[in-house]
C-alpha cells in the first residue's frame, strides 16, 4: 500500500502564498497520476487539482484555477501544490491522493485510504 504523508501547510494571509508537500512511499508510489483534495469544517471533501503521471497534464478546480498549481518529481516520488494568492474560502484540511486522471473533469480516487492531511488556514 502506498503511504502518503503531506506537509507545509500553516497560518497564511490572504494574498500571500504557501507550497503544500506529499511525499509518496510503498510499492509502485510513482505509478499514479496524483491530485489534491480538501475539506472545510462541515464540508465534504473535495477536488482541487490533479497532475497525470507524467506531469504533462494538469486539471484544476475553477475555485482555484490560475491562484494554484500543482506539480510533481518522480524521481522524488513528491507532489506539490503551489497557493498563491490563497484566499479565507481556502481554509481546509488539504490532502493528496492516488486518482484516475481525466484531462476535462474531476478526478476519482483510487483507495481507500488517506494520509493525515495538513492543515492551512488563511486570514484576512
Known amino acids: 500500500q502506498v503511504q502518503l504523508v503531506e506537509s507545509g501547510g500553516g497560518l497564511v494571509q490572504a494574498g500571500g502564498s504557501l507550497r503544500l508537500s506529499c511525499a509518496a512511499s510503498?510499492?509502485?508510489?510513482?505509478?499514479?497520476?496524483m491530485g489534491w483534495f480538501r475539506q472545510a469544517p462541515g464540508k465534504e471533501r473535495e477536488f482541487v487539482a490533479a497532475i497525470s503521471w507524467s506531469g504533462c497534464s494538469t486539471y484544476y478546480a475553477d475555485s482555484v484555477k490560475g491562484r494554484f498549481t500543482i506539480s510533481r518529481a518522480n524521481a522524488k516520488n513528491t507532489v506539490h501544490l503551489q497557493m498563491n494568492s490563497p484566499k479565507p474560502e481556502d481554509t481546509a484540511v488539504y490532502y493528496c491522493?492516488?486518482?484516475?486522471?481525466?484531462?476535462?473533469?474531476?478526478?476519482?480516487?483510487?483507495?481507500?485510504?488517506w494520509g493525515q492531511g495538513t492543515q492551512v488556514t488563511v486570514y484576512s
Open positions: 491522493k492516488q486518482v484516475y486522471y481525466y484531462p476535462d473533469k474531476y478526478s476519482t480516487t483510487i483507495g481507500d485510504y
Open positions: 510503498g510499492r509502485i508510489a510513482g505509478s499514479y497520476a
